[in-house]
């Protein structure tokens, strides 16, 4: 078991930052989520642990070891995954996993424990090359390559960016299992609702870590109450609630508004309900609901 400490990052690439002053802390064993769209600085913290680049200033461990001073050491203590499939799409399933097994110096068999759950559903498919398999197949095969020689700690870059909704369900119940294995994995993705899955979140947006705390105590910590509204023409309806001064913030939320208000009480909504029926909105309805993470991360950013 190892853990990751983060201490001050900072990397810009020709004069932009990419990341800026970023400290985290990942115990062993836990499964964290970096959490934020593109652009946000992820892939470039995970190019750093995984020693591809080095930062410009700050420091980071895996474990006992620097991934400036100490790359090689780190290097076999890693699996590593990509957001973009990067296996030999010519080669077969069983043999881009015997290469990368070659790579660490061990074997399927030693290992195969690990791995079992998820080649069980690979191995009809073992003769196919790579780049025939489908999405969520790739993906899978991914992971098993990672975890070919055992690694104690785990990256996943954007690991379920392109798949389906089932194949992002099944990928995420296998972290939930090797989660049980003691693996530390950090797992970044621009997905809100796969935040929920974490231990511990990091919200990331423009190179600047915004919060970090589980799912749920990100969440405690919305400062406002917040209210879902809906009406016959919501398009309309955004941009009236936009331009009224009463309203804080307002966002179009699946198929409803999601606002806060500069000043919430019984009477506020009551006078935004008349409000809206005298624009023209007869049907609209407001009420009280529960923030989300993506409901967190945008008041952050504000």
């Not at 990928?171 to 621009?190: A, E, N, Q, R, Y």
Request: net charge negative; with cysteine.
């Amino acid at each position: 078991m190892a853990d990751i400490s983060i201490q001050h990052l900072t990397k810009k690439y020709k004069g932009i930052p990419a990341l800026q002053d970023i400290s985290l802390h990942i115990p062993s064993g836990c499964l964290f989520g970096l959490i934020g769209p593109d652009g946000a600085g992820k892939t470039t913290l995970f190019r750093i642990l995984s020693t591809l680049i080095t930062a410009d200033e700050g420091e980071a461990r895996i474990g006992e070891y620097s991934v400036r001073e100490e790359m090689y050491k780190i290097r076999g203590m890693l699996g590593y995954m990509p957001g973009k499939f990067s296996l030999y799409q010519d080669l077969s399933v069983e043999e881009n996993l015997q290469f990368f097994a070659t790579i660490f110096s061990t074997d399927l068999n030693s290992k195969y424990s690990l791995i079992s759950d998820i080649y069980k559903q690979l191995e009809p498919f073992k003769n196919r090359r790579a780049g025939n398999l489908s999405g969520g197949m790739k993906q899978k095969l991914a992971l098993c390559c990672a975890l070919v020689h055992a690694p104690p700690v785990l990256l996943l870059d954007e690991p379920t960016t392109g798949v389906d909704a089932v194949s992002r369900k099944e990928f995420w119940d296998i972290l939930d299992h090797l989660k049980s294995k003691g693996i530390t994995m950090l797992v970044s993705t621009p997905y809100m609702d796969e935040a929920e899955r974490c231990e511990k979140i990091a919200l990331i947006q423009e190179g600047k870590i915004l919060s970090v705390n589980t799912p749920e105590g990100i969440k405690k910590n919305f400062s406002r109450k917040l209210y879902a509204a809906s009406a016959e023409n919501m398009s309309a309806l955004l941009r009236y609630l936009r331009s009224l001064p009463e309203i804080n913030s307002c966002y179009s939320f699946g198929n409803r508004h999601h606002i806060t208000l500069q000043t919430a009480n019984n009477h506020a909504i009551e006078d935004l309900l008349n409000k809206t029926r005298q624009a023209g909105f007869d049907h609209c309805f407001v009420e009280e609901t529960a923030p989300g993470i993506e409901d967190c991360f945008i008041e952050l950013m504000q």
